[in-house]
């Protein structure tokens, strides 16, 4: 079936410009996940869905970065007035099933790389 | 704090046994996870161990854990070019979400 994707693969944006990047995890899945991968390191956690609400979000770095996923299903993650510091790939991954329900699985998508100039 | 580390490099050739280390300071990680990751793509699930395990055996794969020392392994038998790749280790804690993961090891398998 149908894994993880995420849009654009690519994206290259000024210093200062606001940027939308978007998750479609695989279908039925109700808990989602948003990392950061920097060069050279492992992914880092920023935000947790399970359905449609933000149930753990204390790795966003600061309040210029915000996630949605307002029908439980596909997930935007946005960031405002982009930095240079903020160039990274950006991994979105989904579980069948929130904690305590027997998920142990997260699935990758193949993540956006976002630079900024 | 939680913090997972990994040596960064590894080289094989090919058809001998890999083995990939980690150690990790969070006793409380119930979960650890092996993942793998090939060049432009994302990361590819290998397998995973509940700390209640000491070992599990997935084909040509083998996970062991050493609790006491906070130690975890993967072992790849018979290595093949195709499992160049980087291979990060990963751990969570029960009741939470998120997955701590180890900066990845590069493996490199020539011929």
């Known amino acids: 079936g149908a894994g993880v994707s995420q849009t654009p693969s690519n994206k290259v944006t000024e210093k200062g410009k606001y940027v939308e990047l978007r998750c479609d995890p695989i279908?039925?899945?109700?808990?989602l996940y948003w990392y950061r991968q920097s060069l050279g390191q492992g992914p880092e956690f920023l935000i947790y869905f399970q359905g449609t609400g933000a149930a753990d979000d204390s790795g966003l770095p600061n309040d210029r970065f915000f996630a949605v996923r307002p029908e439980g299903s596909v997930s935007t993650l946005k960031i405002q007035r982009t930095e240079r510091g903020d160039s990274a790939v950006y991994l979105c991954?989904?579980?069948?099933?929130?904690?305590?329900?027997?998920?142990?699985?997260?699935?990758f998508g193949p993540g956006t790389r976002l630079t900024v100039t | 704090g939680e913090d997972v580390e990994q040596s960064l490099f590894l080289s094989v050739r090919e058809g001998d046994s890999s083995v990939i280390n980690c150690t990790y300071t969070d006793s409380s990680s119930t979960y650890l996870y092996w993942y793998k990751q090939e060049p432009g793509a994302g990361l590819q699930l290998l397998t995973y161990i509940f700390s209640n395990m000491d070992m599990k055996q997935d084909q040509r794969l083998t996970v062991l854990l050493n609790k006491k020392d906070k130690h975890l392994s993967l072992r790849i038998a018979d290595t093949q070019t195709g499992d160049s790749a980087i291979y990060f280790c990963a751990g969570r804690r029960d009741g939470y979400n998120k997955l701590i993961f180890g900066a990845g090891t590069r493996l490199a398998v020539h011929p």
């Open positions: 991954a989904s579980s069948p099933h929130g904690p305590g329900t027997g998920d142990f699985e997260q699935y």
């Open positions: 279908s039925g899945h109700t808990a």
